[in-house]
């Protein structure tokens, strides 16, 4: 069964202090690896997709790798703003649908 | 700006009620899907649609219906609303040839 899991379910960090969120998946065939972010009461907002193992893709402080059982986004030196739900969501290959597998997310919160 | 558009962005109605969630996006995806979301839980697929007239049944079995009579909108119809039916419903949007999905803002419903 295609399966997400996302660890820790919740992070607090001091400000600047460099961390990295996992996404782990069980899939038979990935098309596709999707980050998200999340704030409360909005919809998620598109960050990176990633297709192969070894991918790495970046934007500001957020760096999102592939291997071929997890992502990670790594956070450097994250800001106060950076406070949000991060979701991770496959793209399985069976099947004919669009549809995505989403993990129950990480919620950061990160202290100035 | 092309943008996907949710209205409306709370709604609070009695049990028994017939209820439409709007959905429209101004992308010119052929791709539309509606997700439930529960407080601090993942996105479950409930409809999605490839295309005018195409409409599918997600994961999740759900007690709502849509239609795609035009590509830019993808409205969600609840004929009875209940108390279970209370959560997030969030709708996104997405190129055939890939997979990458936008969502909008979300309805959060709450049913007395």
């Known amino acids: 069964e295609d399966q997400v899991t996302q660890s820790p379910e919740a992070l607090r960090l001091q400000e600047g202090e460099s961390s990295s969120l996992n996404c782990s998946y069980t899939?038979?065939?990935?098309?596709?690896l999707f980050w998200y972010r999340q704030d409360p009461g909005k919809g998620p907002e598109f960050l990176f997709t990633?297709?192969?193992a070894g991918e790495e893709k970046e934007k500001e402080r957020l760096k999102a790798t592939l291997t071929k059982k997890e992502s990670f986004l790594h956070i450097t030196a994250p800001k106060p703003e950076d406070s949000a739900t991060y979701l991770c969501?496959?793209?399985?290959?069976?099947?004919?649908?669009?549809?995505?597998?989403f993990g129950q997310g990480t919620t950061l919160q990160v202290k100035p | 700006e092309a943008d996907i558009y949710q209205t409306p962005r709370y709604l609070v109605i009695g049990t028994g009620k017939k209820i439409t969630l709007e959905c429209s996006q101004t992308?010119?995806?052929?791709?539309m899907y509606w997700y439930q979301q529960d407080p601090g839980m993942e996105l479950h697929l409930i409809h999605y649609?490839?295309?005018?007239?195409?409409?599918e049944k997600g994961d999740l079995s759900s007690e709502s219906t849509v239609s795609r009579i035009r590509t830019e909108h993808f409205p969600l119809t609840l004929e009875s609303a209940r108390p279970s039916h209370t959560s997030q419903y969030l709708c996104?949007?997405?190129?055939?040839?890939?997979?990458?999905?936008?969502f909008g803002p979300g309805t959060r419903l709450t049913v007395l």
């Open positions: 996104a949007s997405s190129e055939s040839g890939n997979n990458e999905q936008f």
């Open positions: 899939v038979s065939g990935l098309r596709g």
């Open positions: 990633l297709y192969s």
């Open positions: 969501a496959v793209h399985p290959s069976s099947g004919n649908t669009g549809k995505l597998i």
């Open positions: 992308m010119g995806h052929d791709k």
């Open positions: 649609s490839y295309g005018v007239n195409s409409t």
